[in-house]
């Protein structure tokens, strides 16, 4: 069994070795997966909003 080494007393390889045996990794990225305040104003998402409905409603009068 081996006796306990106290991190700092470590050399800085066997340190490195321990820090990767840690570390894990992720299956998808956190930092990418934010959800997005609703309060914020985005203009993308209105100007979008805007060209579906008028498109449709044009279509709509068009054909009648």
Request: proline residues 3%.
């Amino acid at each position: 069994m081996a006796r306990f080494v106290p991190k700092g007393k470590m050399s800085k390889k066997a340190q490195k070795e321990l820090n990767r045996q840690r570390r894990v990794t992720w299956e998808f990225s956190p930092v990418t997966k934010t959800v997005e305040s609703k309060k914020l104003y985005n203009r993308r998402k209105n100007a979008c909003d805007r060209r579906e409905d008028y498109g449709t409603s044009v279509f709509y009068f068009a054909a009648a």
